[in-house]
Nanobody, 121 residues
Framework: QVHLEESGGGLVQAGGSLRLSCKIS????????IIWFRQPPGKEREFAAT???????SYADSVKGRFTLSRDFAQNTVYLQMNNLKPEDTAVYLC???????????????WGQGTQVTVSD
């Protein structure tokens, strides 16, 4: 199965930057998307950004213009560059691998453990 490992979270002042990493290992699929979700304290999980196997990207309105996705194919790693961070960006950030295709291939979704991002005033 697919295994995901997030890293790069931490504490930063408002206006600062962080880069999150999602390292992917295990089996591969022809068509998939890497989706970053985030869950602020005491709130529901929400969509942040996604990148497909074709390198198409999409961003939530709340992060558009500040967050940028990229990937390193050699290292099987997706990066989420977060600039001009705001206190409302404080959340646990979760990396999700979503595949398309047959149900005979196993689960459609795989999750990492999450990494904490805290933005202070």
């Amino acid at each position: 199965q697919v295994h995901l490992e997030e890293s790069g979270g931490g504490l930063v002042q408002a206006g600062g930057s962080l880069r999150l990493s999602c390292k992917i290992s295990g089996r591969t699929y022809e068509q998939y998307a890497i989706i970053w979700f985030r869950q602020p304290p005491g709130k529901e999980r929400e969509f942040a950004a996604t990148i497909t196997w074709r390198n198409n990207t999409s961003y939530a309105d709340s992060v558009k213009g500040r967050f940028t996705l990229s990937r390193d194919f050699a290292q099987n790693t997706v990066y989420l560059q977060m600039n001009n961070l705001k206190p409302e960006d404080t959340a646990v950030y979760l990396c999700n691998f979503h595949r398309s295709g047959s149900s005979y291939d196993g689960p459609y979704d795989f999750w990492g453990q999450g990494t904490q991002v805290t933005v202070s005033d």
